[in-house]
């Protein structure tokens, strides 16, 4: 198994994800006989240094979010390892934990959610919504949930006066800093955020994004940062991982991805960024035909049918992830070979 | 889905913002309730019915069992309130003869002759709750005889009141309608939540016996299942033995609908939010889930009251139900299964009309609850 190295230091990672996969059977008739799999994660690995973010893109579908919620065993991986570097008792490997096993160590990653409307049990004022998580992990005494869920509030940039408000009473801005209120209120290392700015409008989202970053800052948290919008995760991301149909295709700092992408498919996917410049015309690379069902992938690199330079070797066997250069991990046969052009700015 | 918000901009007008900001879903639920004029006023009337729940023997004017065979099929009696301009209640006096060739008593109202009645009078004594031991009466004659007795809604063909049966029945009958709904509630909510919340093998099994028990013909069921209560049970028993039945046939939809709700609510982020910060199995149910669809359960339940009630009805109607000396509306309506009784005492159909009104009353208001019950969506 190839997987990438970016980590030159002999200190372990404080997140490596090992060859990770999740696959979902695809059961047939009244006695479920299983027959055939929808490989949602196939042998995915990465890892995150502390303090760092690392961007999960790729298109809808694409397995990022399973991904995202494999890492926080939100689901149970069917297959690698999660190396997860704890606050006390060293490295643990949170894949084969059970529900009672991992209770102790979910108080040190957490999520951010998509949508700000699903996310907030809308019958729970505020108090209730971010001061859960404490009073669930041992903080019985009201009067201190509350005065912890007023500085949470005032951290995220929310009145503590709200704090017996309904969501009902906020926009979808307002909503998602309560979300990261939650997410924040113990003290998590790990901050797995799941398209945190996709669901609202483009001028809440530079302020959620920026919140995210001077929290950071401010507290030393490490992002795994779902996205699909490019432009964010260059304002964002320390690292990026890029995803298609499962797999990891090409992974490397964001800079090196950015400005010189080997794979054909990170370089389609960076000529659809908009660039905000009328006088520079992008040569956009259009892809044809669809994104394969994980459930019936291509013989070969899964995406040689709508790569522009495939050969013959592309439709018969599949690519490793290989390194073309130090951190810079691409799995294509013809990588270094191809006139690739990155964002052009 | 922000726009989801529909009563926010209504609401807004009369009360304050700040009040909706901090509104709890049931006071949303309320809200948006009393804009349905008319489930507010079934519920009055719903109201009412509870009240007459509580107290019958006050509504009461003569003992349901006071049985008297020379008093047979009297009409009812109307009451007046005024008497010429002065508010005196009355009621007119009916006077019967025997026919000479059919030797049926014939009765006719006299309104000239008047029975002063007076409201909140003494009359049989009976207990409150079982407990408390009164006299007091909703109404009553000025002078209570064996001459001035009040017929409200007529008597049957044994001489007993009508009007004070009919209390009586409508406390039996709307009691059996609510225990077995909550029972079927209880069931529901329980083999649902199961079915639901566990899925796989269970979720099948559980499926299965509910397909099962929908894709039974209810009315030969019933009569299957009460036929095989022993003739001799005393009526208590028989009561809960109607109402355990009703109940083990009517908890299947109440079953699906929960199973439905913990499917779609175990993909919900809030859910899964619960999880991630650590909340145990129990919590995310009785904290998060279960809130979530209670207001449809209470609504569900409303609605499904009326279908209990007509159960009821009908299987006593059919005499496999509640049997005399029990008193409900099916029992009542027993009398007038009769074409001769009804051509002569039209009035026996009149615990019909009751059926019918509560009925309406809470399908009404349980229509009402669904529209209201969830104020975030659509």
């Not at chain 1, 700000?116 to 992990?137: A, K």
């Not at chain 2, 299965?208 to 019933?222: A, G, N």
């Not at chain 2, 009251?305 to 005499?319: K, N, R, Y």
């Not at chain 2, 009751?354 to 969830?374: M, S």
Request: aromatic residues 8%.
């Amino acid at each position: 198994m190839a997987r990438p190295e970016t980590n030159p230091d002999p200190a372990p990672p404080f997140l490596e994800v090992r060859s990770l996969t999740k696959y979902y059977p695809i059961t047939k008739g009244f006695r479920r006989r299983v027959t055939g799999l929808v490989k949602a994660v196939d042998d995915v690995s990465f890892s995150i240094r502390e303090g760092e973010t690392m961007g999960l893109v790729g298109e809808s579908g694409c397995g990022k979010t399973t991904t995202a919620r494999c890492v926080l065993r939100a689901l149970e991986p069917t297959g690698g390892q999660i190396l997860f570097q704890t606050a006390d008792s060293g490295t643990v490997d949170l894949a084969p934990l059970s529900r009672r096993e991992l209770r102790p160590l979910r108080r040190q990653m957490q999520m951010i959610f998509q949508d700000p409307f699903g996310s907030l049990n809308p019958r729970m004022n505020l108090f209730d919504i971010v001061g859960e998580p404490l009073l669930v992990n041992g903080m019985p005494n009201r009067k201190e949930r509350q005065e912890r869920v007023a500085e949470l509030l005032g951290l995220v940039g929310l009145r503590p006066e709200y704090m017996q408000r309904f969501p009902h009473a906020f926009s979808g801005g307002q909503r998602q800093r309560i979300g990261i209120a939650r997410a924040l209120a113990l003290n998590p290392r790990l901050v797995v955020a799941d398209e945190p700015v996709s669901a609202l409008d483009v001028s809440v989202q530079a302020q959620v994004l920026n919140l995210l970053l001077e929290l950071q800052e401010r507290l030393g948290l490490t992002y795994l940062f779902v996205a699909h919008d490019l432009s964010v995760v260059k304002h964002i991301c320390d690292h990026v991982a890029v995803m298609y149909v499962g797999k990891l295709v090409e992974t490397a700092d964001t800079k090196t991805l950015f400005y010189s992408p080997k794979h054909p498919y990170t370089a389609s996917l960076l000529s659809a960024v908009p660039i905000p410049d009328p006088r520079l015309r992008s040569e956009g690379i259009e892809l044809s035909g669809e994104v394969p069902s994980p459930a019936n992938p291509p013989p070969g690199c899964y995406f040689h049918p709508r790569c522009a330079y495939a050969i013959d070797v592309c439709k018969t066997q599949s690519p490793l992830l290989r390194q073309v250069s130090p951190g810079h991990f691409v799995s294509c046969h013809r990588a270094g070979e191809l006139p690739l052009q990155g964002i052009v700015t | 889905m922000e726009e989801s918000l529909d009563t926010a901009p209504l609401l807004k007008e009369a009360i304050p913002e700040d009040r909706v900001s901090v509104a709890s879903n049931a006071q949303l639920v309320w809200w948006r309730f009393t804009k349905h004029k008319p489930a507010l006023v079934a519920m009055v009337v719903l109201f009412m019915f509870f009240v007459v729940l509580l107290f019958p023997a006050f509504f009461s004017i003569q003992e349901p069992e006071l049985t008297d065979a020379k008093l047979a099929f009297i009409p009812s009696q109307s009451l007046h309130l005024f008497d010429g301009a002065k508010l005196r209640p009355w009621v007119p006096t009916v006077v019967g003869k025997r026919n000479p060739t059919t030797l049926r008593m014939e009765w006719k109202i006299d309104a000239s002759k008047k029975i002063a009645v007076r409201f909140l009078s003494q009359g049989y004594p009976y207990k409150i709750f079982g407990l408390i031991p009164t006299r007091l009466h909703i109404l009553g004659a000025v002078r209570a005889d064996e001459q001035n007795r009040i017929y409200l809604l007529g008597t049957d063909r044994l001489g007993r009141d009508q009007w004070s049966r009919l209390m009586f029945a409508t406390q039996t009958s709307m009691t059996i309608g609510m225990v077995s709904v909550a029972l079927s509630i209880f069931l529901g909510v329980l083999l649902g939540g199961i079915s639901g919340y566990f899925g796989g093998f269970v979720d099948l099994v559980i499926q299965r016996l509910i397909e099962l028990l929908q894709s039974l013909p209810t009315i030969p069921i019933w009569l299957a299942l009460s036929a095989a209560l022993p003739r001799d049970w005393p009526p208590t028993r028989v009561f809960f033995a109607i109402t355990i039945i009703l109940a083990l046939i009517g908890w299947t939809t109440l079953a699906r609908e929960v199973r439905g709700r913990f499917l779609s609510l175990r993909e919900e982020d809030f859910v899964l939010s619960a999880e991630l910060v650590g909340c145990s199995r129990m919590r995310i149910i009785l904290r998060h889930m279960v809130p979530t669809f209670s207001s449809h359960i209470i609504a569900t339940s409303t609605l499904a009251i009326p279908v209990m009630i007509i159960s009821e009805t009908s299987l006593s109607f059919l005499g496999l139900g509640l049997r005399p000396p029990a008193i409900s509306w099916g029992v009542l309506l027993q009398e007038a299964q009769n074409i001769q009784t009804l051509a002569l005492a039209p009035w026996l159909l009149i615990p019909g009309l009751v059926v019918v009104i509560a009925v309406l009353a809470f399908n009404i208001v349980g229509d009402g609850l669904r529209d209201a019950a969830d104020p975030y969506g659509k």
